[in-house]
């Protein structure tokens, strides 16, 4: 194989991963279209959110479930939009002063810290994102000492029924975990009154990619 031919191809594949993972942010144009499959409701009722709650939307990319939260906690409310992307957040501020949405207040988080202050959240949701998070054990502890006793955090992801029985680094070499794995882990960091909704959704409409939900309590 020349050089040429190896660059080429290098190239190609890092465009396809751009293009993989731009695609999976969903811009602000798609957002009604995501509504019709997202279940945003029954995200909205596990979190049990009221108006001046404050809450915080992990791996926010450019807002979609912020502006959900937003309009959710009322002028009186907050929510923190949590990213490792500067740009997402750039975005996502734009987009809230359009929309109206004073109460939106964007963090960069690192990708073992989400920055957020101690014992003031009401509510986290972590959308699809928990899976990304290498040091996951170590992100547990900082969304828990972030809530206030009796807080909420909701956990989102997917997976194939082919892979439920995998290995975690497995599951989320395809971007994916399972409800076992998870609900095991927020156990050793100390949250209760695990709750799980194993069907919530189907992720970009594809059935063979049921979205499930759980709820754990500081």
Known sequence: MTTFFKNTLLLGVICLLGLTKAQAQFKVTQWKERDAWQNVPEIMSALNLQRGDKVADIGCHEGYLSMH???MVGSQGKVYSVDIEQYKLDK?????KKRGHKNV????????????PKGSLDA????RTYHEISAYMKYLKHLKEALKPG???VILE???????????SSQTSYHELSIPIVKS????????SIMTWPKVAYWKSNKKRP????????
Do not use: N, Q
């Open 151 to 153: 807080g909420r955090l």
């Open 185 to 192: 882990e927020m156990k050793k960091v100390g949250f209760t």
């Open 124 to 127: 986290i949701v972590v959308m």
């Open 158 to 168: 997917s997976i194939r029924k082919s892979r439920v029985d995998w290995s975690r």
């Open 211 to 218: 979205l499930w939900m759980m709820r754990g309590m500081k």
């Open 92 to 96: 996502l501020d734009a987009e809230a």
């Open 69 to 71: 939260l937003a309009k």
């Open 105 to 116: 207040k964007t963090v960069l988080g690192a990708y073992d810290d989400p920055k957020l």
